[in-house]
């Protein structure tokens, strides 16, 4: 029995080190994620919305477009640089946590193969790097992003 507690308890510890109800907290609760993708050009909540996570949206916006190209048969570059994501501020420093920079360097070359190919097949590896990150550091969004996966 003390056995099972301390099971619990070290569970719930790494729940708390690994942040993930926090991450929940701010990227599933916002209302604004239920929201069709807009352009980003200015701050919509200066208290609120990390650096990263404005350039999350951003990325989500560039490839909800990509999508819409796509679908019509016409795959154009993306041209937004977004190599931001390795110093851009998280809402809470341990969302950035020991495998961010991996999966971050992984999109980076996704995107850079995107541009080179400019298929389906290419701008759907983006959209995997963005899931398997967040399975990581942000399972909040994910529904979203599996949204902008083109199915065929
Ligand atoms: C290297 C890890 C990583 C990758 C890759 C990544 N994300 Fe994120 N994402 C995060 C983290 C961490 C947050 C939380 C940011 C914060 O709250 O400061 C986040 C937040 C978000 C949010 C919520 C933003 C908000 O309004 O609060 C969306 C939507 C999102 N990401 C979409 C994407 C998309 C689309 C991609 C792929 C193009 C992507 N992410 C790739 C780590 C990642």
New binding site residues.
């Given amino acids: 029995m003390i056995r099972f507690t301390w099971v619990i308890s070290l569970s719930f510890f790494f729940m708390v080190l690994s942040g993930c109800g926090h ?1 929940k907290m ?2 599933h609760k ?1 209302p ?2 239920d929201t069709p993708p807009k352009p980003q050009t200015a701050v919509v909540n200066p208290n609120g ?2 650096e ?2 404005l350039l ?2 951003k ?2 916006d560039a ?1 909800a477009s990509k999508k819409l190209g796509l679908m019509k048969g016409e795959g154009t570059e993306i041209t937004e640089d977004f190599t931001g ?1 390795f110093t851009a ?4 420093p341990h ?2 946590n020991k495998s ?2 991996g ?2 360097q ?2 980076m070359y996704q995107l850079e193969n995107y541009n080179a190919i400019k298929n389906i097949r290419a701008y759907n590896s ?2 995997q ?2 899931v ?3 399975q ?3 399972p ?2 994910i529904d ?2 599996n949204k ?1 996966m083109i199915y065929l």
């Fill in positions: 991450c701010f990227c916002n604004k994620l919305d990390s990263l996570a999350m949206r990325m989500t490839l994501i501020k998280a809402t809470s969302m950035k961010f920079e999966f971050a992984a999109l983006i959209v790097t963005c398997a990150c967040h990581q550091s942000c909040g969004p979203r992003i902008l």
